[in-house]
């Protein structure tokens, strides 16, 4: 975790709805994937979240972030 402040997880889903309609797709930016991580969604939620694979998630993460 990167110490930033608690997020309010009923926020968090409207934001990634927000952010989904604005045109975010697969892969995303490594920002983006570690923001998801750090707010604590498993590879799991993301993969669901954008119809990907968990494995394609579990890669992303593992090969672009520390």
């Known amino acids: 975790m990167t110490g930033f402040p608690q997020i309010d997880r009923g926020n968090l889903k ?18 983006a994937l570690a923001a998801l991580v750090d707010m604590g969604l498993s590879d799991e939620a993301i993969a ?18 520390p």
């Not at 409207?14 to 697969?26: C, I, M, Q």
């Open 14 to 31: 409207n934001s990634l709805d927000r952010s989904f309609v604005e045109g975010v797709d697969w892969p995303l930016p490594d920002a």
């Open 48 to 65: 669901r979240y954008f119809g990907v694979p968990v494995s394609a998630v579990r890669r992303e993460r593992e090969e672009r972030l």
